[in-house]
Nanobody, 134 residues
Framework: QLQLVESGGGPVQPGGSLRLSCAAS????????VGWFRQAPGKEREGVAY?????????????NYADSAKGRFTISRDISRNTVYLQMNTLKLEDTAEYYC??????????????????????WGQGTLVTVSS
């Protein structure tokens, strides 16, 4: 059973950067599409960034981002570490949230995004808190 553990959250000032990690055990994360989601207090969970599984694209990994993340966030993989990262730059106050990673086997990034929108992903980490504050 695939297990996911997020890390890398913490306090940061506006304009700063953080890199979140989603480390997997119990399976090869490479065969899963992985997404980063966040939930701010009092708000619904939203998807932030997605990366396809190794079989989810004929040209390597494909990615897609929420509009709020485009140009600032980058999702990537380290196969040797069985880990997916979310590099977050130019952080804003509104990026404050609990960040979660989630995975779906053999999916494209678009498919995982759709499942996330429908609340149908069942593999989640425990979350890591990002607080952007001056």
């Amino acid at each position: 059973q695939l297990q996911l553990v997020e890390s890398g959250g913490g306090p940061v000032q506006p304009g700063g950067s953080l890199r979140l990690s989603c480390a997997a055990s119990g399976g090869s994360l490479d065969s899963y599409a992985v997404g980063w989601f966040r939930q701010a207090p009092g708000k619904e969970r939203e998807g932030v960034a997605y990366i396809s599984s190794i079989g989810g694209s004929s040209t390597g990994y494909s990615t897609n981002y929420a509009d709020s993340a485009k140009g600032r966030f980058t999702i990537s993989r380290d196969i040797s570490r069985n880990t997916v990262y979310l590099q977050m730059n130019t952080l804003k106050l509104e990026d404050t949230a609990e960040y979660y990673c989630a995975a779906g086997p053999g999916l494209t990034d678009v498919e995982l995004r759709r499942l996330g929108d429908m609340g149908l992903i069942d593999r989640w980490g425990q979350g890591t808190l990002v607080t952007v504050s001056s």
